[in-house]
């Protein structure tokens, strides 16, 4: 009897061994790089997209926007250093970007001082405010921690608001005076250098936020956020770990206040509020909390909805609507609520999983 021999079919091979996966993770770790080159040769095209902006991409209008928008990214970005890395909740991260956005005001239109110095100071007094109030805030966790950080922030809106010492402007703010800055932050057509500055704002507190994470400290950090008791257990101080990210993330947000002053000329109480630091943890959530990119594509999608649907709801398609649906359109808290909700419904580790979540979609819709 004669035994007949079958050849076995060929093993698969596994879909991150194909050349083209190969490839595509030799090429990830310069993604971050080539979205660097990307956004800092912006202000050099002439694209005009309509219906995303009002003009071309290098128009002052639109280059605004887009630095407005990445401030907020790496305010977010900073901010998840504190609430997606460590894991704890602040409601009064706003006080630290104010201070950088009066601390600058303050120094160069009624100190007289240059700019350089302003930014200087008002970095340094904002990162010291952060340790300090932190030291105090930090005594206690939860909840408890959220109203102790809301509370200061809520002394630093009212003292903003009735112009502690005159200096403040009250309600109306205080225009910043331009005669005490560089000529090259000056004027319309140098919109242009005030973008590569927020650019450069951004790029500074990812890199920051990602050697941090990177460190034995931000083990430490993600181990708080975790479990605080086994940090204890192991003989570290979850206190003194807590106060070094939370005096990191006031100092970030300080800086991007010197930024932000610059950016819109002047500074307004709008930025002392707590709504700030609820549209801060919005942010965080919609991109992903605890993820390298999340917070920065979380923080610039909301920034510039924020501004874009403000624009949508005053618009006449919008007032042409039937009035059940030209009322709630015409107020972008609706439409930026709405987003939302659905954004965390539908992918509850926010942006950043959205290609985790979409992969097996997408594996099935291949298969013939």
């Not at 200096?167 to 000056?186: C, I, K, M, Q, R």
């Not at 991007?256 to 549209?279: F, K, N, Q």
């Not at 949508?312 to 649906?325: E, I």
Request: hydrophobic share 50%; net charge neutral; proline share 7%.
């Amino acid at each position: 009897m004669t035994d007949s021999m079958v050849d076995a079919p060929p093993a698969a091979v596994p879909a991150e061994l194909t050349p083209a996966r190969r490839r595509w993770h030799g090429l990830r770790p310069y993604l971050p790089l080539l979205a660097l080159v990307v956004a800092a040769i912006v202000p050099y095209s002439t694209v005009n997209l309509p219906g995303v902006f009002e003009g071309p991409l290098n128009s002052p209008g639109t280059l605004q926007l887009l630095a407005i928008c990445l401030v907020f990214g790496g305010l977010a970005a900073g901010y998840d250093l504190l609430f997606g890395r460590t894991g704890m909740l602040s409601f009064g991260h706003a006080l630290y970007f104010a201070a950088g956005v009066y601390g600058t005001d303050v120094l160069v239109t009624r100190g007289g001082l240059p700019l350089w110095q302003a930014a200087l100071f008002a970095v340094i007094g904002g990162t010291v405010l952060a340790a300090l109030l932190g030291a105090v805030a930090l005594r206690t966790v939860g909840i408890a921690f959220a109203m102790v950080t809301l509370a200061f922030a809520q002394v630093g809106a009212i003292l903003v608001a009735r112009d502690f010492g005159g200096l403040t402007g009250g309600e109306e703010g205080l225009p910043l005076d331009v005669s005490g800055l560089p000529p090259a932050l000056v004027g319309v057509a140098n919109t242009v250098n005030l973008y590569w500055l927020a650019l450069a704002y951004l790029t500074l507190v990812v890199f920051v936020v990602h050697r941090v994470s990177g460190s034995p400290t931000g083990r430490v950090l993600a181990g708080l956020r975790d479990d605080e008791r086994r940090i204890g257990v192991l003989g570290l101080d979850p206190y003194r770990f807590k106060l070094v990210a939370f005096t990191l993330a006031g100092g970030l947000a300080t800086a991007g206040g010197v930024v932000y002053c610059l950016i819109v000329g002047g500074a307004s109480p709008h930025v002392t509020s707590s709504e700030l630091t609820l549209s801060l943890l919005v942010m965080v959530v919609l991109g992903g909390p605890g993820t390298r990119w999340g917070p920065v594509l979380g923080g610039v999608l909301y920034m510039y909805l924020d501004h874009r649907l403000t624009a949508f709801g005053s618009s006449d398609a919008v007032d042409n609507l039937p009035a059940f649906l030209s009322h709630p359109l015409s107020q972008p808290l609706f439409v930026l609520g709405t987003v939302f909700i659905l954004a965390v419904y539908f992918f509850p580790g926010g942006l950043a999983s959205l290609r985790t979540r979409l992969t097996p979609l997408l594996t099935a819709l291949r298969r013939p």
